[in-house]
């Protein structure tokens, strides 16, 4: 696993985290015995933090996943350079091998 993809695994982990603080803040301003117009002001502030919390959630979990759509072109990329790496290794072994034949074949006209 990458770092950019351990990355994205805790950014939808906090985003859980922030879900379940909100799930256990609206529960516990749900069973409240408190009862008043305070407390349905109270009980409304929660709902909409509930959903501001949603929101932040939602951005933790695109931020993953956008962070694992470029751990892929990441990985894609390493894979492309270790490939181009591959060939020009071969390109510089086998090119060597023919130039030592080569030399070898120009000594053995000159008779040296």
């Given at each position: 696993m990458s770092d950019?993809?351990?990355l994205a695994g805790e950014l939808n982990a906090r985003a859980r985290r922030i879900e379940l603080i909100g799930d256990h803040l609206a529960h516990a301003a749900a069973v409240a015995l408190w009862t008043s117009v305070a407390a349905d002001a109270f009980?409304?502030?929660?709902?909409?933090?509930r959903h501001d919390i949603a929101g932040v959630a939602a951005r933790?979990?695109?931020a993953a996943a956008t962070a694992r759509y470029f751990a892929?072109?990441?990985e894609a990329e390493?894979?492309?350079l270790r490939k181009l790496e591959e060939a020009a290794l071969h390109g510089i072994t086998h090119g060597a091998g023919a130039a030592v034949h080569g030399a070898e074949k120009v000594l053995s006209w000159t008779g040296l």
């Amino acid at each position: 696993m990458s770092d950019i993809e351990a990355l994205a695994g805790e950014l939808n982990a906090r985003a859980r985290r922030i879900e379940l603080i909100g799930d256990h803040l609206a529960h516990a301003a749900a069973v409240a015995l408190w009862t008043s117009v305070a407390a349905d002001a109270f009980r409304s502030q929660v709902a909409r933090r509930r959903h501001d919390i949603a929101g932040v959630a939602a951005r933790l979990r695109s931020a993953a996943a956008t962070a694992r759509y470029f751990a892929r072109d990441v990985e894609a990329e390493k894979a492309r350079l270790r490939k181009l790496e591959e060939a020009a290794l071969h390109g510089i072994t086998h090119g060597a091998g023919a130039a030592v034949h080569g030399a070898e074949k120009v000594l053995s006209w000159t008779g040296l």
